[in-house]
T-cell receptor, first 114, second 116 residues
């Protein structure tokens, strides 16, 4: 069983709307959680990195939240744009300052329609 | 943002051919990685290197091999390609950001390999 589960698997929204993607994990010990955006046929690009002590972090129209107690994270996208169409991947690390074992979710495929 | 490059972007070859996927980074990172990704699935680590002359196998069994003779270069080789090797191969490197949360992982654009 994958230790990082993402939902929904896919999502279609209209341009300008908001959406929230979910990530639940069982990785332990927990060090940090990362959200990546992966355009079709490209490599993932980092959006946010959150440590145990951080509850929320923003990067432009992207806001990530983390509840380390319930082992849940969300990525909220505000005022979606066509360029937001991509796969969003949640990645959990089990070690601190050095890059430990990374656990990847399967991603949420977001499609933004005009 | 990321200075990590993979070639070729796409490769279609016949069964039994030897291939090498190239990966180079100009960020001076000691750590480099190869991941394999199938559509709709999570990335799987197949090889990693923590520095020159250091290579290790990852979580996913792979018939490929890697070498790390120079810091900036981390090529992946398949001696005899098979249709089961058809996949996307992503190279990455990591370095300290100097902030809490530690290292940041940078990915190349990937090589989409199709073996006929």
């Amino acid at each position: 069983k994958n230790q990082v589960e993402q939902s929904p698997q896919s999502l279609i929204i209209l341009e300008g709307k908001n959406c929230t993607l979910q990530c639940n994990y069982t990785v332990s010990p927990f060090s940090n959680l990362r959200w990546y955006k992966q355009d079709t046929g490209r490599g993932p690009v980092s959006l946010t990195i959150m440590t145990f002590s951080e509850n929320t972090k923003s990067n432009g129209r992207y806001t990530a939240t983390l509840d380390a107690d319930t082992k849940q994270s969300s990525l909220h996208i505000t005022a979606s744009q066509l360029s937001d169409s991509a796969s969003y991947i949640c990645v959990v690390s089990d070690r601190g300052s050095t890059l430990g074992r990374l656990y990847f979710g399967r991603g949420t495929q977001l499609t933004v329609w005009p | 943002e990321a200075d990590i490059y993979q070639t070729p972007r796409y490769l279609v070859i016949g069964t039994g051919k030897k291939i090498t996927l190239e990966c180079s980074q100009t960020m001076g990172h000691d750590k480099m990685y190869w991941y394999q990704q199938d559509p709709g699935m999570e990335l799987h680590l197949i090889h990693y290197s923590y520095g020159v002359n250091s290579t290790e196998k990852g979580d996913l069994s792979s018939e490929s091999t890697v070498s790390r003779i120079r810091t900036e270069h981390f090529p992946l080789t398949l001696e005899s390609a098979r249709p089961s090797h058809t996949s996307q191969y992503l190279c990455a490197s990591s370095g300290q950001t100097g902030r809490v949360g530690g290292e940041k992982l940078f990915f190349g654009s990937g090589t989409q390999l199709s073996v006929l």
